[in-house]
């Protein structure tokens, strides 16, 4: 096959239509390449046929029978293929999918047959001959799937045309970069986790997670899970979960993020490229949301390096018009109205003047060592209700870090209580709550949450947990070797 045919057939075609133009079949496809249509009996030759009759000899159209013969004349007697992998077999497949996708009038079966055009054209690309009308075809039907599998058509010609079956993925991270990063089929999470932290030069890939971000949720991905397994039961989850008004399934774009999600290692200033690319950016909007308990001059000294960071040398910001704007970038929330805007630019300013010659990435790092001190450090927070305890405001403030679960006066910023991992006994999580049973040495207490994040709050549970119990077991057995190795020592 010429590759740089096969490219440009493509690219000549898409180029030339406008989408949904005319709905494009392989009626005229079929006159040179398929077979002829079996006969039909006698009895059914002397009927006068209806149209519904005509249309089931034509093989290029949707049929409720199942194909029981190739379509492509070029595959008769050739059955013994069908034990193979081979060429030939990947236009037989897009021919049979693109019949049955054309003047299909079930929906449940075009919604099937979508899915397998999509996964056929992010596996393999059919033949030059073939090429054009499944380009024309995609090209002019408006399912929304049908732009998603010209795009990935295109992927895989250019992989043949620079003779490559490597997929690249584009995964983002905090600092709003991103780059691509080849995956296949047996790709698991924590792979793609270790390939990235090689990439970015990071000390170590433990704690980070891969993120997809669907619709309206942010999913952590299990680290054994194989990458594209869970991205395909997560679309599908989420197209059950979110139908139409019209009871079809939605079609959903993803993104892919890496992040922090476990923070029981990380000191700032031990891994710079983490603290910059990561760290930093993650702990910026927790302290901006007003999570944190902050004292005015904490805050002033986070202002100033948050300012250098962010614009580094240029100190007009501090001296324009736009002053209470700029605080919103700078100050928790809760602390803003606190102080004249001019008295908190003033003391922002001479805290920033004190840090002269410090570069945008070593005040990142400053403001990472000085929220390191707060107990709440590297935490994914929640705000709930809850119905159970009352001690406690009804509108709790929960922090889920390496020290456990806590509960925070989301007004006071106060830390009500901490309840360590080894004291929470159970939990269960449902559509709109977390339950969670703890130890109190008497009885267990339980505590109900009412919150539409119930299934972050759980997997960061259950990650924290697992995690700590890999220490422990890490740990045991190096003090079971340790002790053995004592043993022998005496013996000898």
Same mark, same amino acid.
């Given at each position: ?8 057939? =493509? ?39 209806? $149209? ?31 034990? =193979? ?25 075009? /919604?099937?047959?979508? /899915?397998?055009?999509?996964? &056929? !054209? ?12 499944? !380009? ?7 399912? =929304? ?7 990935? %058509?295109?992927?895989? #010609? ?33 792979? =793609?986790?270790?390939?990235? &932290?090689?990439?970015?030069? %990071? ?8 993120? #997809?971000? @669907?619709?309206?949720? #942010? ?14 039961? %997560? ?41 910059? @690319? ?12 007003? +999570?944190?308990?902050?004292? *005015? ?6 202002? &100033?390096? *948050? ?5 580094? /040398? ?16 700078? %100050? ?17 300013? $001479? ?37 159970? /305890? ?64 119930? +299934? ?17 077991? &890490?740990?045991?057995?190096? !003090? ?13």
């Amino acid at each position: 096959m010429d590759q740089s045919k096969l490219m440009s057939v =493509l690219t000549e075609t898409m180029d030339q239509l406008e989408p949904g133009e005319r709905t494009h079949t392989l009626e005229e496809y079929s006159f040179d390449h398929f077979r002829a249509p079996h006969k039909r009996m006698l009895s059914k030759i002397l009927t006068l046929p209806s $149209a519904r009759t005509r249309h089931q000899d034509d093989l290029w159209r949707y049929s409720k029978e199942a194909i029981k013969q190739s379509l492509l004349k070029k595959l008769l007697g050739k059955d013994d293929l069908c034990q =193979l992998s081979c060429d030939l077999l990947k236009d037989e497949i897009y021919c049979q999918i693109t019949k049955q996708l054309t003047d299909n009038c079930n929906r449940l079966s075009e /919604e099937h047959g979508w /899915e397998l055009v999509w996964l &056929a !054209t992010g596996c393999f690309a059919p033949s030059m001959s073939l090429l054009k009308e499944v !380009t024309l075809f995609l090209n002019s039907r408006k399912n =929304l799937i049908a732009h998603d599998c010209l795009s990935q %058509l295109r992927v895989e #010609v250019e992989a043949i045309q620079h003779k490559s079956t490597q997929i690249f993925h584009k995964v983002y991270f905090p600092d709003d970069t991103d780059q691509a990063f080849e995956v296949d089929s047996s790709t698991r999470a924590k792979d =793609l986790c270790q390939n990235i &932290a090689n990439r970015l030069s %990071l000390k170590s890939a433990e704690g980070f997670s891969l993120f #997809v971000k @669907i619709a309206d949720k #942010v999913i952590s991905v299990p680290e054994g899970d194989f990458f594209f397994d869970f991205l395909r039961h %997560l679309t599908d989850w989420t197209k059950k979960a979110k139908p139409n008004k019209n009871g079809t399934a939605p079609s959903f774009t993803y993104h892919v993020f890496l992040m922090k999600k476990l923070w029981t290692n990380t000191v700032p200033g031990k891994d710079r490229n983490a603290d910059i @690319i990561f760290h930093y950016h993650q702990e910026l909007p927790k302290l901006l949301r007003g +999570y944190h308990k902050c004292s *005015i001059e904490e805050a002033v000294q986070l202002a &100033a390096y *948050i300012y250098r960071a962010k614009y580094g /040398e240029d100190t007009t910001r501090l001296n324009g018009r736009s002053i209470q704007y700029l605080l919103k970038e700078l %100050l928790p929330q809760y602390l803003i109205n606190i102080q004249n805007p001019n008295d908190w630019i003033k003391q922002i300013l $001479a805290a920033y003047n004190r840090d002269q010659g410090k570069t945008p990435d070593e005040a990142k790092i400053g403001f990472l060592k000085l929220t390191y001190k707060w107990p709440t450090f590297g935490s994914a927070f929640f705000i709930v209700k809850q119905t159970t /305890e009352p001690r406690f405001p009804d509108i709790l403030l929960i922090a889920i870090n390496k020290h456990g679960v806590n509960l925070i006066n989301p007004v006071t910023k106060e830390i009500l209580v901490t309840h360590p991992f080894t004291k929470i006994l159970n939990w269960s999580s449902g559509n709109t709550y977390l339950h969670m049973t703890i130890d109190n040495l008497v009885y267990g207490s339980k505590l109900l949450c009412e919150t539409s994040l119930d +299934y972050k709050m759980d997997d960061l549970l259950t990650s924290y947990t697992n995690q700590l119990d890999a220490y422990n077991d &890490a740990e045991t057995s190096n !003090t079971m070797t340790s002790i053995s190795n004592v043993i022998s020592s005496d013996r000898d």
